[in-house]
């Protein structure tokens, strides 16, 4: 996670002081068939400024030979409503695919944190 002072970048995950996370899913260490690991983490944070959600999907893999390589996708300004249904589909659509395409089966740790106020 790369931190900037640009909240209008879409690559960067950016937490203003009043923000919080939502939730926090994990994918846990996913053993690939090329003996690549790879790890999926999403973030849904709620922006205080316009009571929206922004998700982040992080995706990193580490390569056999020590090599490691990232991927970051964002959905941005989901609405209060939508954004549990938002994150379940995102997150069950990336375990469905790793089920066909590759037959990996796995879990997703979830941090819930949807009742947290304040920083405290």
């Not at 996913?30 to 998700?55: N, P």
């Not at 982040?56 to 893999?61: A, H, R, T």
């Not at 959905?75 to 938002?86: C, G, H, R, S």
Request: net charge negative; with cysteine.
């Amino acid at each position: 996670m790369y931190l900037i002072d640009d909240i209008d970048e879409p690559y960067f995950l950016v937490l203003k002081t009043a923000d919080r996370f939502h939730c926090i899913l994990h994918s846990g260490e996913i053993e690939l068939t090329d003996g690549t690991t790879m790890v999926l983490v999403i973030f849904v944070v709620r922006r205080a400024s316009s009571g929206l959600f922004d998700m982040f999907i992080v995706n990193k893999f580490f390569h056999l030979e020590g090599t490691m390589s990232h991927t970051l996708m964002s959905k941005k300004d989901i609405p209060a409503d939508d954004v549990d249904e938002v994150a379940s589909t995102s997150s069950s659509t990336f375990a469905l695919g790793l089920k066909l395409k590759r037959g990996t089966d796995f879990q997703w740790d979830e941090l819930d944190l949807r009742n947290v106020a304040s920083r405290e």
